[in-house]
């Protein structure tokens, strides 16, 4: 993979044919920034079929087959990574020949303010703090690549390399690593805390997990209407169950900021937005899951605090975002690991920046039946 550098352009990427790969709100942020130089973009290819036959500043999105048969008749293919899971993309390109890879994450600070993305990383003591805390949690934690991920953070946000990132990322899926699907109980009940438009259900599709309750929770009005659509599109409103409510430690109502595409959050500031907040602990008072996601711009730990009995009656696996603030990459695990028995931990990095830090937690009993399946099949 190469790099695309603004006061250095590859030159040929003036005579391929270039593709990016990525059709989400970074593909359209990058645009805007290439537009002053003379590169073609034929396509944007993406790998959510609702995406397909679209379009994004005019440039039509394709599917990988598609893209497939593009290569075999081009000489010259040039891909430009437009997603932060550029490990994932890379891992199903590689098996492609006649493509050259590149990226543009050092341009990136220009779309997100990648080092703003997480609360504290200018603070020195926060900074510090940190390293202590993640040291120390570093022993409980399952295995080597958990604690290098650890490592690997603190060690970035003392030098900013990028490319330290790069080594400690993962080239699996978030939300369902091969730990979690050779836990997973069939069939589904997701709590998918931070749902945006439904994109976790591509997943869920491609591992042909059987579903048979999806709560989706996002307060994000636009983002909510989008998703009763989508659900709506893909056949889901029998298993389906859409909430306008964020996720809290109570019922209330709390000030929203929803200017801010994909991390639309909960503030403690006043703002023209109010949403309606619901616990864990209440909602699934009557119900039961078994799998709960969460990605909710710095919501996790008192939607966590608010969901904790729920979490111990109906043991289900986790899958929380701790990327937030410095503080959440040691906080949250701390928590769940005081509150909860017997649950295995692991830590994985799926951006190729700051950002979509996982904290996976599967309880012991899952593994042990997964264990004992493969040793009665194997007799």
Not at 4 to 19: F, M, R, T
Not at 189 to 195: L, R
Not at 231 to 250: P, T
Request: proline share 2%.
């Amino acid at each position: 993979m190469k790099s695309i550098l603004k006061d250095n352009i590859p030159n040929e990427l003036y005579q391929s044919v270039v593709i990016l790969y990525g059709a989400g709100i970074t593909c359209r942020r990058l645009l805007e920034l290439l537009k002053p130089y003379p590169i073609d973009v034929k396509y944007i290819l993406d790998d959510d079929m609702n995406k397909w036959g679209n379009k994004i500043l005019s440039i039509e999105i394709i599917s990988y087959q598609e893209f497939e048969e593009i290569c075999r008749h081009s000489n010259r293919v040039a891909v430009i990574l437009t997603t932060i899971y550029g490990k994932t993309a890379i891992k199903k390109l590689s098996k492609l020949s006649n493509i050259e890879i590149y990226e543009m994450y050092g341009w990136l600070d220009e779309v997100y303010g990648v080092n703003s993305l997480v609360n504290g990383m200018n603070d020195k003591n926060e900074i510090e703090k940190f390293g202590k805390e993640t040291s120390l949690l570093k022993q409980n934690l399952e295995d080597e690549e958990s604690q290098k991920v650890l490592e690997g953070l603190y060690a970035y946000i003392c030098s900013k390399d990028s490319n330290i990132i790069s080594d400690i990322c993962t080239g699996y899926e978030q939300y369902f690593i091969p730990e979690v699907l050779e836990a997973v109980r069939e069939p589904l009940k997701i709590v998918d805390g931070g749902a945006y438009v439904g994109e976790l259900y591509q997943t869920i599709r491609k591992h042909n997990l059987e579903l048979e309750r999806w709560y989706c929770f996002e307060a994000d009005i636009d983002n909510y209407n989008k998703l009763l659509r989508q659900s709506a599109r893909n056949g889901l409103n029998e298993v389906q169950v859409c909430i306008k409510k964020g996720l809290w430690d109570k019922e209330g109502v709390l000030y929203f900021d929803g200017e801010k595409d994909t991390v639309s959050r909960i503030v403690d500031y006043i703002t023209d937005k109010q949403i309606e907040t619901v616990s864990l602990n209440t909602f699934f008072r009557d119900k039961s899951c078994n799998f709960i996601k969460m990605d909710i711009e710095g919501a996790e730990y008192p939607a966590l605090c608010g969901g904790i009995e729920i979490i111990k009656r109906d043991r289900p696996i986790l899958a929380i975002s701790i990327y937030h603030s410095l503080k959440d990459y040691y906080r949250i695990p701390n928590y769940l690991m005081h509150e909860l028995h017997d649950y295995k931990y692991y830590i994985r990095q799926h951006a190729l920046i700051l950002s979509e830090t996982v904290l996976y937690a599967i309880p012991n009993e899952l593994v042990n039946e997964k264990k004992q399946r493969r040793t009665y099949g194997s007799n």
